[in-house]
């Protein structure tokens, strides 16, 4: 069977379980998904759910374009700084999730 493998003890679980039936650990933890199989998972997710991650994806590049373009150049606007990063990055978060239609 294909089940849940604990993080902690490597017991298999049941695939619906929510905690390990050995040691107690949470088998839904955020801390098993590693950078490596992320794109898997959003592969993995339809509609909406997949939409909401890719929202929270393209914040967080969002964020991280816009500490870079301030480190190279701290005296800009906010304004100035919206249209530099939103050129740099583009305005459609469909890219984190290849098509998203
Ligand atoms: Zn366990």
Known sequence: MSGMICPKCKTENLQSARFCSH?????????NVSHSNYTGIL??????KRLKTAFKLYEIAFNL?????????????????????LKRFGNDPGRFTGKAR
């Not at 592969?43 to 909406?48: I, L, N, P, V």
């Open 23 to 31: 040691c107690g650990a949470s088998l839904r933890s955020s801390q």
């Open 65 to 85: 374009t816009r500490e870079n373009i301030l480190e190279n150049s701290p005296h800009l606007t906010e304004e100035e700084l919206k249209k530099k990063i």
């Open 43 to 48: 592969k993995k997710m339809t509609g909406e």
